[in-house]
């Protein structure tokens, strides 16, 4: 399997998605924000076949579009029925631009099929490159705001006290959020990006009660799926995002029959 270029290549591109996904994807899950990465997901399809529409690179403008929502959807508030209705009008607003899109430029329909169901073994080097170098800056960025971050995530309330931005820490993590769903898209599709992203975080959850082993477990989960949906689809002829999504399916189903059996005994 791996004799083949395009297949090392898909490894790579999966691999660096799958570690950004599950670590990201667990301050997504722990801050119940979950609606965010959905709506962005659809915010880059949007952003991606504009970008085909004025002829520019699709990754360009799934990053950028989805970059300006995630902002703004950070700034608009920390209050849950301010920022989901915030979240819900960009997501119908999205849609309907993407539509339209799609309505003036016909000959993008086959890219967008790409697009919202993932093709991992179409990314090439630049493509790779690309990948790893979104994957990088944002795993910096998440460091630098990790501490109130976590502050902001556990206990919100105690942090505007002690003077902790939270309209900055929101608005900086959607941003990061944003880059992860676009890396994500490139190897699950946007109808699939919680897959990656919520997935294993939610099975790390019910495996552990710990910060930082259950960041671990969620990339290494992420790592596991991505890896183990190419090797799946290498040998069944089937597409690689279904086996990613199944293997999602099968081990967040299995994490939490396990804790509640566990909680049972």
């Known amino acids: 399997m791996l004799d083949y270029d395009f297949m090392r290549t898909a490894f790579v591109a999966s691999g660096v998605a799958a570690v950004l996904a599950g670590v990201v994807g667990y301050f997504l899950v722990l801050r119940g ?5 959905h709506a962005l997901s659809h915010v880059g399809f949007t952003g991606a076949t504009g970008a085909l529409l004025f002829g520019l690179s699709p990754l360009a403008g799934l990053v950028g579009f989805t970059l300006v929502a995630g902002i703004g959807m950070g700034l608009f508030g920390e209050k849950l029925a301010e920022r989901d209705v915030a979240i819900g009008m960009m997501l119908s607003l999205a849609l309907g631009l993407g539509l339209l899109f799609l ?11 790409a697009l919202l169901f993932g093709n991992v073994l179409g990314v090439d080097s630049s493509a790779l490159l690309a990948l790893v170098a979104l994957a990088a800056v944002s795993l910096g960025a998440l460091v630098s705001i990790g501490r109130p971050l976590v502050f902001a995530s556990l206990q919100p309330e105690l942090a505007e006290a002690r003077g902790v931005p939270l309209r900055f820490v929101s608005a900086a993590f959607l941003a990061i959020v944003a880059v992860t769903v676009a890396e994500c898209a490139q190897i699950v599709g946007v109808l699939l990006v919680f897959t990656l992203m919520v997935g294993p975080a939610a099975a790390a959850m019910n495996l552990t009660r710990r910060l930082w082993l259950g960041i671990a477990a969620s990339a290494a989960l992420a790592l596991a799926e991505a890896w183990g949906g190419l090797t799946l689809a290498y040998n069944t002829d089937w597409p690689t995002s279904f086996w990613i999504t199944a293997l999602s399916g099968l081990v967040f189903f299995g994490a939490t029959a396990a804790r509640r059996l566990g909680e049972a005994m």
């Not at 309505?103 to 890219?111: C, E, L, N």
Request: no cysteine.
């Open 33 to 37: 924000q979950t609606f965010a990465g």
């Open 103 to 113: 309505h003036f430029y016909t000959a993008a329909a086959t890219q967008a099929a």
